[in-house]
């Protein structure tokens, strides 16, 4: 906490020198508490949600909770015909959730945040056959939920787009689609930011995420402005090349702007990666609100100063 509340003096000093509104860590604390992080991941990662597979109804469930959700927090469909943006995987029908913060100007540029909310489903071969995916993904669906919800309150320079995807775990497919769909429709694309697997502390320490793809942009130190140490480079990170195993790369490969992955899943701090014990029981709750709360922050005060990052050579 103490990390977290260091943001405060800052963010009034920087409200004090803004001619509009910017969230600020005291207001974050109010709008993302403990409890509401601990109530979405529940249910995101309940096994009512039958591990969030669009082949057993399962994905259907989560993304009618996502949009109750935006509809109760002002958050609009993106797409003229809905949240739903659809698309066909394996001959059937399929679709990521995506909204927008206020009204769409295709002469303004576009961040887009993100996370995947598909899971594995259910093994009926295993003991415990259905296969939750608490920290994949369900915290960082929770994370995008609660980072929209308090953005969506203020008036931004730039076009927001909250995506939740599916298919991710059928090869980044919901990603695919929509950067290509978003590249088609002339969104000007200005960074990429997801979320994934946040819900276990790092190695490192509390309050913190590493990003995939650290050495392609300055992300990390743009955002580090804001929040000092708050993501980290991991080295396993470049070792699994996890930036193209993400649903962050189908926009880098699309646009060729910064476009990354936040993670606390560093290897050695969770066993349960593709399991069926990732269950919410083993979630350490209070830090995944810690980290939430500073991503909305430290992305709000990019946003308000129109701090970009840019690709390295």
């Known amino acids: 906490m103490k990390i977290f509340f260091q943001f405060l003096s800052f963010s009034l000093l920087i409200m004090q ?32 949600m039958k591990g969030r597979d669009m082949l057993n109804g ?31 995987l394996n001959e059937m029908s399929a679709y990521n959730i995506v909204g927008r913060l206020g009204k769409y100007d295709p002469k303004k540029p576009t961040v887009l945040i993100g996370a995947h909310l598909d899971h ?35 008036k931004w320079d730039q076009n927001i787009i909250i995506a939740l995807f599916a298919a991710e775990e059928k090869g980044l497919l919901g990603a695919k689609h929509l950067a290509e769909k978003l590249k088609e429709d002339g969104v000007e694309l200005q960074m990429m930011i997801n979320f994934e697997m946040i819900g276990k502390t790092l190695t490192t320490g ?35 090349n996890l930036f193209k195993r993400s649903d962050n790369y189908a926009f880098y490969e699309t646009f060729k702007v910064p476009c990354h992955t936040l993670s606390s899943f560093d290897f050695k701090n969770y066993e349960y990666y593709h399991k069926a014990e990732d269950e919410f029981e083993k979630m350490d709750i209070a830090n995944m ?10 992305i709000g005060q990019m946003l308000r100063t129109k701090t970009t990052a840019t690709m390295r050579d």
């Open 206 to 240: 509390a309050n913190q995420v590493y990003m995939t793809g650290f050495k392609l942009s300055d992300f990390s130190d743009k955002i580090n402005q804001f929040a000092p140490n708050f993501v980290t480079f991991l080295p396993e990170a470049e070792g699994y």
């Open 289 to 298: 609100n810690q980290i939430i709360r500073t991503a909305t922050f430290a």
């Open 58 to 88: 399962g994905y259907d469930m989560a993304a009618d909770y996502v949009k109750t959700y935006f509809k109760s927090h002002g958050i609009a469909p993106f797409l003229s015909s809905g949240y739903d943006d659809n698309f066909i």
């Open 120 to 154: 594995i489903g259910i093994n009926t071969g295993s003991t415990d056959s259905i296969y939750n995916g608490a920290n994949d993904n369900a915290s960082g669906s929770t994370a995008v939920l609660q980072i929209a919800k308090v953005l969506s309150k203020y």
């Open 17 to 48: 020198c803004a001619s509009v509104k910017t969230p600020t860590a005291e207001t974050i604390t109010k709008l993302q508490s403990v409890e509401e992080t601990s109530d979405i991941l529940f249910t995101l990662a309940s096994d009512d």
